[in-house]
């Protein structure tokens, strides 16, 4: 199983997500990282992972105010080479290139996450998607409370589904309620194909064997890492 560690930002710090509610985030208190700074948490995931993909979700700009382009600037800096998956609340895939564009002058492989509660119709979920470049973009599938958040109609188009999408199960986020298999089995029946990354309720290495039985090829994971849940990888 790939582990794709994330980070929540919100006003220029770390925060730890629960159950997708934005606005009781607080920074991060993690005996692993011991910081809520950016750069400071980034390095030791990605090191506890053996990775250099790191998912950022820019809370502030899903929450409608302006993207963190200095703090996500100050952060690649910093990690040169790293393949930065970014949320940043696109509605469309012009908003995604102007994020690349503000990101340009590190030299970063930026690749847009378009979620579906933030595609703003389905022609813009057609847009995002009409190039076979992987780093084109992913598509999350967002949910929460057995609700898809989904204006754009993403989760019953299957055929225009990009190669990798993520299954975001907002209230199983950082609950410690394990991840939710179901939703996740049923996108692989919708698309077998599909290079199917899970998000949310993961706490250990037991879990991550029941997701990868399900189908997951990847999770995406914050809270089991800081909580001591999954061992460091050895790469």
Request: net charge negative; with cysteine; charged share 25%.
């Amino acid at each position: 199983m790939n582990l794709i560690p994330v980070i929540d930002l919100m006003q220029g710090q770390v925060v730890r997500a629960v159950r997708g509610n934005r606005h009781a985030y607080r920074p991060i208190d993690s005996p692993l990282c011991r910081s809520s700074d950016p750069v400071t948490v980034a390095k030791i995931l990605c090191e506890h992972c053996a990775t250099q993909q790191l998912y950022v979700a820019d809370l502030d700009a899903l929450l409608g105010q302006p993207r963190q382009a200095a703090v996500l600037r100050a952060l690649l800096r910093a990690m040169p080479g790293m393949a930065l998956w970014l949320d940043a609340g696109f509605a469309n895939a012009s908003a995604a290139e102007a994020s690349r564009l503000e990101l340009a002058e590190v030299g970063v492989r930026m690749v847009p996450v378009f979620g579906s509660e933030s595609l703003a119709s389905r022609e813009d979920l057609e847009r995002c998607f009409d190039s076979g470049n992987e780093d084109r973009g992913i598509l999350s599938l967002d949910r929460r409370d057995g609700q898809h958040l989904d204006v754009a109609g993403c989760w019953n188009a299957p055929d225009l589904w990009p190669r990798r999408v993520i299954v975001m199960t907002l209230e199983r986020v950082g609950a410690g309620a394990g991840p939710d298999l179901e939703t996740l089995a049923d996108v692989r029946r919708q698309s077998p194909a599909t290079f199917v990354i899970g998000a949310g309720g993961i706490r250990n290495q037991r879990d991550l064997e029941a997701a990868s039985d399900a189908g997951a090829a990847a999770w995406l994971v914050a809270s089991a890492l800081h909580d001591g849940g999954l061992p460091r990888v050895r790469g």
